[in-house]
């Protein structure tokens, strides 16, 4: 199995940043990508920001400029740099990796626990 464990999600106020972190434990045998979602109160899932296994980036337009993703592949970290937040930005953050675990043949996906973004003045 796989274990996400998210953190550095908190209270900042308007244009202030934060960094999230998301560990990747587990029985990992390929990534096929990692990414960060987020879930307004009231509103859907939203992709964020997503790496490749090969590096390739994608960001929403509402970050774009503002959110930067990397990853430790050494230690299979994901960030989220997250600069000029403001209040729409306010949200749960989730990790997620998609890929192959343990013996399965697919890749699947799986999901953090989520770390809370409030944005606040």
């Known amino acids: 199995q796989v274990q996400l464990v998210e953190s550095g999600g908190g209270l900042v106020q308007p244009g202030g940043s934060l960094r999230l972190s998301c560990a990747a434990s587990?029985?990992?045998?390929?990534?096929?990508?990692m990414s960060w979602y987020r879930q307004a109160p009231g509103k859907q899932r939203e992709l964020v920001a997503k790496i490749t296994g090969g590096g390739y980036t994608v960001l929403a337009d509402s970050v774009k400029g503002r959110f930067t993703i990397s990853r430790d592949n050494a230690n299979n970290t994901l960030y989220l740099q997250m600069n000029s937040l403001s209040p729409e930005d306010t949200a749960v953050y989730y990790c997620?990796?998609?890929?192959?675990?343990?013996?399965?043949?697919?890749?699947?996906?799986?999901w953090g626990q989520g770390t809370q973004v409030t944005v606040s003045s």
């Open positions: 997620n990796l998609v890929g192959v675990v343990g013996r399965r043949k697919d890749p699947d996906a799986y």
């Open positions: 587990g029985d990992i045998f390929s990534v096929n990508a």
